[in-house]
């Protein structure tokens, strides 16, 4: 059974050598009586050549009979392939193996889809590449991921190592601390009636552990999460986590870039440049919309509070009177969006509570628009001066409060981009990267039906310490010690530095985010207790593994990156799960099922 190579090793080197391969069939061609047959494994594919002339009868009878997929075994002799053959496309391209014998080790039944056409398998619908996920991830495509996301993982465990970092495995069934996402939960056996969770993300045993002495902790870990899917989330991932003693802000931000600068270069060959930039939560909103900017294209939002603050257009005169802002967006080159682009933007400011979208097109020298009417001259060249306005632009405005504005304009922006980009004026080479760390978040948000401040983060980051005085008597101007690294318009990860102090933190729980002291006690008393015996100042932060990979594979989906990912769902159509368990399982668990009213 014992191969002598893999499938991409041979080169006209081995011509003359007898070598034995296995693997897949990737491709049968029967040319004129010969068979050729593209075998293939992991690493690659390798010609071999039927010729009826110089095998027995049998043999060829079985090659004939061979079909896509079937599992493999070659030996033969290697040779150049005749003058005018060499296939460039592949690795093995000028040499192929005369076959001597064939062995089938697993005649394959007909397939489900095409494997051997990259284009064909593109095309095929993602529940059957799901449902057929060992055939789908056979695919050259769906290997390099995987590879990738191999070289990306022992790339990250040896430069945490090299910086002196251990890796500590932290539990999967923990405590149920439903401040976050929901989360899921499994009942227990020996404890009828209690239930674990699994983690959310490994927060609190990576603070534990820092007051336990470790000082630097990592691990490549799972995390949970029973929300609603969509293209770039899975109710189960993989974290980049880490925990740092006796550091600042500085020292979290140093230490991502190296890893990061390590990453790109093993995965990519690519060199990126650091420090990155750093950008305020507040500057990142006022210019880009969103708090993670993709900064590799212009068309930055403009503010006109003040300029039209007494404007005669009661829509946004009264927008600042009632302490909002006028927010602008100059879409060049966008005057010829159809009526159904318009529509579609309009949607997304409709969709954030806007009552319409205003908006003015410059054509043929001529500003078009029903609001024009009601500008003034000097209102005219704020917008012309702070917009850069010229023929053919569309400028796009939002009024009102100050974050549902930029969040509007911070959306139309990238609806904006993809519709030039697919036009082809807006050209991002694609080997760019734009890395940045967005910091000075705020450290709380109100929720208004609730009626109470809860945390940005999480309710363990620690305040700006100049702002610890303003948390009672002015909560929304105290910044938190949290970051996000962020390339391309995509977070990568966020982070923070800790609350150590456990007078800190327990005012934080109990009267900032009104956490009665009983249920403080309950989900985090064991964190708090730690923190009474000597709990060093520290730090972290957690990068989405999956949606690193992803970025580094070039593809929009995590699904791609993962080898056995859920659908949008979050069920495996491979395996058929979530399934029925029996019903003596549910006894020794001491539960009863209650399905939901039918209607």
Known sequence: MKRTHHCNELRPDHVGQTVTLCGWVHSRRDLGGVIFVDIRDREGRTQAVFDPSDLPPETFHQAEALRSESVIRVAGQVRRRPAGTDNAKIPTGAVEVMARELAVLNLAEPLPFQIDDPEAAAKVNEEMRLAYRYLDLRRPEMIRNLRLRHKVATATRNYFDEQGFLEVETP???????????????????????????????????????????????????????????????????QIDVEMSFIDREDIYATIEGLLKRVWKTALGVEIPTPFKRLPFVEALNRFGIDKPDLRFGMELG????????????????????????????????????????????????????????????????????????????????????????????????????????????????????????????????????????????????????????????????????DISLLKTDPKRVRGQHYDVVVNGVELGGGSIRIHQPDVQKAIFEDVLQIPPEVAKARFGYLL????????????IALGFDRLIAILCGTPSIRDVIAFPKTAKGTCLMTDSPGAVEPKQLRDLYLELKGPKKE
């Open 172 to 238: 999967m069934l923990f405590k149920s601390t439903p401040e976050g996402a929901r989360e899921f939960v499994v009942p227990c056996r020996t404890n009828p009636g209690l239930f674990y969770a699994l983690p959310q993300s490994p927060q609190q045993f990576k603070q534990i552990l820092m007051v336990a002495g470790v000082e630097r902790y990592f691990q490549l870990a799972k995390c949970f999460r029973d929300e609603d899917l969509r293209a770039d989330r899975q109710p189960e991932f993989t």
């Open 303 to 466: 503010d006109l509070t003040e300029e039209f603050r007494r404007s005669a257009f009661k829509v946004f005169s009264g927008a600042v009177a009632n302490g909002g802002v006028v927010k602008a967006l100059n879409a060049k080159g966008l005057a010829c969006a159809t009526q159904g682009q318009i529509q579609a933007m309009t949607d997304i400011a409709t969709g954030f509570g806007a009552k319409g979208l205003a908006f003015i097109k410059v054509e043929n020298g001529e500003w078009k628009s029903p609001i024009v009417k009601f500008f003034g001259d000097a209102e005219k060249a704020a917008l012309t001066q702070k917009l850069g306005i010229e023929e053919g632009d569309l400028i796009l405005f939002a009024a009102g409060e100050w974050l549902t504005s930029c969040e509007i304009l911070g959306k139309i922006r990238l609806f904006a981009a993809d519709f030039l980009k697919q036009q082809g004026r807006l050209n991002i080479p694609p080997g760019r990267f734009e890395f940045l760390w967005v910091v000075d978040f705020p450290l709380l948000s109100f929720d208004r039906e609730q009626n109470r401040w809860y945390s940005s983060h999480h309710p363990f980051t620690a305040p700006v310490a100049e």
């Open 529 to 540: 207790e730690a923190f009474r015996y000597g709990a060093p100042p520290h730090g972290g």
